[in-house]
């Protein structure tokens, strides 16, 4: 399984954008980027998933560069609402075996007026 | 209905007591999971079925014995605990790959957690 590296914690401004970037050098060709929301004492949330370049939803983007050795989930003009641990976990898909999604340490973010 | 559900919310133990966790989900998945969060810590995968078979035990201790009785639910049986297993446990449950048929997905559905506390 790829490792992943995120900054422990993030500060904004409520309005702004955030980046919150992954490092997983030791990706593998079937491994897709997943990133989860958790706020405390809540199960974490499926924000967006993706394999390679751009991948945009209603509450997200993220970007993927050609090597797929880091990827940034982006969050456009952030709201305190957004105060959470944010996830990044990379995976393999249709491997015939349950998934193992291992979480890393996950960033912090903390918005503020 | 996407949505996983885990019984009850707060559980309060001795360490001599046998309780069991409960989860439930109908979105017709066939992976389950059990994670162990403690606190300002990330989830810590504990075990994994797949298919109603369990397929990943991350070694761990036998006082926990997870049960999948049908694709819909999961059971987590808690025997004999110390005061260190005190933790949020949550569920989750995921569309797997699909044994050949197609691409899976890696996207997991939580419950809302378990807060378990063992005096």
């Known amino acids: 399984l790829a490792k992943t590296t995120q900054p422990i914690s993030m500060d904004s401004y409520e309005g702004q954008e955030v980046n919150i970037t992954c490092s997983h050098n030791?990706?593998?060709?079937?491994?897709?980027i997943t990133w989860y929301q958790q706020f405390p004492s809540q199960g974490p949330r499926f924000i967006i998933q993706?394999?390679?370049t751009k991948v945009t939803n209603e509450v997200a983007s993220l970007f993927i560069p050609a090597d797929r050795k880091s990827s940034t989930l982006s969050l456009p003009r952030v709201s305190l609402s957004d105060t959470a641990v944010y996830y990044c976990?990379?995976?393999?898909?249709?491997?015939?075996?349950?998934?193992?999604?291992?979480f890393g340490t996950g960033t912090r973010l903390q918005v503020t007026l | 209905d996407t949505e996983v559900t885990q019984t009850p919310k707060h559980l309060v133990m001795g360490m001599t007591n046998k309780k069991s966790l409960k989860c439930e989900q109908h979105?017709?998945?066939?992976?389950m999971y059990w994670y162990k969060q403690k606190a300002k810590k990330p989830p810590e995968l504990m075990f994994v079925?797949?298919?109603?078979?369990?397929?990943i035990n991350e070694s761990v201790p036998s006082r926990f014995s997870p049960e999948c009785p049908n694709s819909s639910l999961l059971n987590l049986h808690l025997h004999a605990l110390q005061p260190e297993d005190s933790a949020l446990y949550l569920c989750?449950?995921?569309?797997?790959?699909?044994?050949?048929?197609?691409?899976?997905?890696?996207?997991?559905?939580f419950g809302q957690g378990t807060r378990l506390t063992v005096v």
């Open positions: 989750a449950s995921s569309q797997d790959g699909q044994m050949g048929r197609g691409k899976g997905n890696t996207e997991a559905f």
């Open positions: 030791n990706i593998a060709t079937n491994d897709y």
């Open positions: 993706g394999y390679k």
């Open positions: 976990l990379v995976g393999a898909i249709n491997t015939g075996t349950a998934s193992k999604l291992t």
């Open positions: 979105m017709g998945h066939r992976a």
């Open positions: 079925y797949s298919y109603e078979k369990l397929s």
